[in-house]
């Protein structure tokens, strides 16, 4: 491979993103491809510190701005520390969300603006952007009963109001549409088997584009 790749992975909650996700990383590995996976907010100490301050439950006046900033801090921290590196030495980073996120998440659904977080993320990413993004599209309340199915402690942005997660949506929707050329949609609502199968046809396409 002559240079890396930066594929991410979008979704909102109970989408089943990071199943997939996981999924690809260790077909790619079995493939014999050179690849890592990482995720955000987290991936590294300093920037995980960061994501159990976002999540904590008790952290409910945390300032819409403040977490704009939390996590544009954290994937800095994240970048460079992991998927700079990585794409440097020519590996495929397989990443479980990035930047559409805070545009979805903290740009719609909280009212910041769309505009406004991609300036605050211009600044942390320093124009690097991925090459490939998935996003794995499923209706909200579907979503909400896998997660709450599954038994797991919900964080902070997971007990948001069913009106917030219908607006996270909403703004994928609207950043999907921003770039079409790199954001390709899949059904999230098929079988599991289905969706890992339409995510790898589309990341094998692109990796052997780029050898």
Do not use: W
């Amino acid at each position: 491979m002559s240079k890396g790749l930066f594929i991410t992975f979008e979704g909102g909650e109970g989408s089943g993103k990071t199943t997939v996700c996981k999924y690809i990383y260790h077909r790619l590995l079995e493939e014999g491809i050179d690849a890592i996976y990482s995720r955000e907010p987290g991936g590294v100490d300093i920037a995980e510190q960061i994501r159990n301050v976002i999540l904590s439950v008790k952290n409910t006046a945390m300032d819409v701005r403040t977490e704009a900033l939390l996590y544009a801090a954290s994937r800095r921290q994240h970048l460079v520390e992991v998927i700079l590196p990585a794409l440097n030495a020519g590996k495929v980073v397989i990443c479980d969300r990035f930047i559409d996120s805070s545009l979805a998440y903290q740009g719609h659904a909280r009212d910041i603006g769309i505009d406004e977080v991609m300036e605050i993320n211009r600044f942390a990413i320093d124009n690097c952007m991925p090459d490939l993004t998935l996003f794995f599209d499923v209706d909200v309340e579907t979503g909400l009963r896998r997660i709450t199915g599954r038994g797991e402690k919900l964080d902070r942005l997971d007990r948001e109001n069913l009106a917030f997660h219908h607006k996270v949506h909403e703004g994928y929707m609207m950043v999907c549409e921003r770039y079409p050329e790199r954001i390709k949609i899949i059904d999230a609502s098929q079988s599991v088997e289905k969706v890992e199968k339409d995510a790898y046809k589309l990341v094998i396409e692109r990796i052997r584009k780029n050898v």
